[in-house]
């Protein structure tokens, strides 16, 4: 069996988007880890060149670990829409354009579920993905993916959490991500129910990297 490295000391949160960041340092806040984000160490933004969400995770991840010479933890992530082909998927940054505009996002997402008849939340089915990829400077690798699946309401609820967080409703569940609380979206066991793709991502992470809480 692989042995898995633990994640001790300093370690650098390899995103630039500030949703992200704030879910991934809450994650990280009952371990103990140093957590220093990529903006405030001036990193770059690899090109995002993969083909899955795995991929592009590791890209992100080494870039920053070979740049800071410190570990570095990314996450690549996207929402999954079964009636659209799985878009916007590893695209699902791009679909907010230069401007991160997700209401444009959503209400594209929105015009083509309507041009495919989608209207039943059976056929809005849709799952997020987060791809989480922990980076060391000598080339180690420790990766985990996990999915939370839904279907996507409209018009959009709530404005809680980011992106496209109030077109999904978690399976089981009335409100949106965009209606819960961050602990209702990602908080973990005990306390909260892990139920967003990110947290049960880090629940087979720290389960592996991190020592208990
Ligand atoms: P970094 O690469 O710097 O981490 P990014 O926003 O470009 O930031 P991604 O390439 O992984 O990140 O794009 C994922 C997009 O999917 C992200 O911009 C969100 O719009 C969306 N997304 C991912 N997780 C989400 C979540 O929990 N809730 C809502 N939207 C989410």
Known sequence: MKSHRRITGRLVIATHNPG????MRE????????????GELNLGE???TGATFKANAAIK??????????????????????????APGIYSARWA????????????IERLLQERGATTPDQRKAHF????????????????EARADGTLVWPP???????????????????????MTSMEKHGLPPHGLGLSHR????????????DAR
């Open 129 to 144: 993905v987060s791809a989480l990829c922990v980076a060391w400077p000598d080339g180690h690798l420790e990766e985990v």
């Open 97 to 108: 354009g230069d401007s991160k505009d997700f209401t444009a996002a959503m209400t594209r």
């Open 46 to 48: 690899p090109e995002e």
């Open 157 to 179: 609820r709530g404005d809680a959490g980011f992106g496209y967080d109030p077109l999904f409703l978690p399976d089981g569940h009335t409100r949106t991500f965009g209606e």
């Open 199 to 210: 947290a049960k991502a880090f629940v087979l992470l720290a389960e592996m990297c991190l």
């Open 61 to 86: 991840a080494v870039a920053a670990a070979q740049a800071s010479q410190l570990p570095a933890f990314a996450d690549d992530s996207g929402l999954v829409v079964d009636a659209l082909d799985g």
């Open 27 to 38: 994650l990280l806040s009952p371990y103990g880890i140093d957590a220093v984000s990529a």
């Open 20 to 23: 992200k960041l704030a879910e």
